[in-house]
């Protein structure tokens, strides 16, 4: 009788552990995987913010073959009276006042975004917008939370009177969440920086910052 007992406490006592062992391999599964999404998210990030800044120097250098963005601050005045309440138009933009949009908001404004062909990007799935400002270069000091000096001629070469605040914008259709673990998952990012002209007619100049915007 007693050894039917013991018999009978055993059995419970057995499937305890094994059901305890059972939970214990589930947690760390399900720690591996959340683990493994964190990582996805993270890879993502880094090559979404190394396409941006591919994107930054091509946005500029695509922007400088059209007759659309302005030379001087003539070209500058009548830009403004030809976007009329928009703020941009095929990428390029002459806002009157400074305005320091969010990533939702630049989102809201791609239809007047420049898009980047698809010749350019790394694959189908991902796809690329720019925006790029024409301020005139004693605007520095506004566009960036630190003062920038003013680019410095060399010789008698007369100095660029723009600067630029080029936004660019990345989408990714590969990263779209999947699971409330995984939020927030992006699958878009905007990268913001400025660039200056060494001089008026310099193809070439200098970037002096970025940030990512939230």
């Avoid at 799935?125 to 605007?139: D, G, H, P, Q, R």
């Avoid at 680019?151 to 007369?158: L, R």
């Avoid at 905007?190 to 193809?203: F, G, Y």
Wanted: charged letters at 15%.
């Amino acid at each position: 009788m007693a050894k039917t007992k013991r018999f009978g406490f055993a059995l419970p006592a057995v499937l305890g552990v094994l059901a305890l062992t059972s939970l214990a391999c589930a947690t760390v599964w399900r720690m591996q995987w959340v683990n493994q999404q964190l990582l996805n998210v993270q890879s993502q990030l880094i090559r979404n913010q190394q396409i941006a800044q591919g994107v930054l120097s091509l946005a500029f250098t695509d922007a400088q073959t059209r007759a659309f963005l302005p030379t001087n601050a003539l070209e500058r005045d009548k830009l403004q009276l030809r976007l009329s309440s928009a703020m941009c138009q095929a990428g390029i933009c002459a806002p009157k006042t400074l305005a320091n949009l969010n990533a939702e908001q630049w989102r809201n404004l791609l239809d007047q975004s420049q898009p980047v062909s698809m010749a350019d990007l790394p694959s189908s799935k991902i796809s690329a917008f720019y925006w790029v400002e024409v301020w005139l270069n004693t605007n520095v000091s506004e566009l960036v939370s630190s003062p920038l000096l003013n680019t410095t001629p060399t010789g008698s070469a007369t100095p660029s009177p723009f600067i630029y605040r080029i936004t660019v914008l990345v989408q990714d259709a590969s990263s779209s969440p999947t699971s409330e673990l995984s939020k927030p998952r992006p699958n878009s990012l905007v990268m913001q920086a400025i660039w200056s002209r060494a001089t008026e007619t310099a193809p070439t100049g200098q970037w002096h910052s970025w940030k990512l915007l939230v």
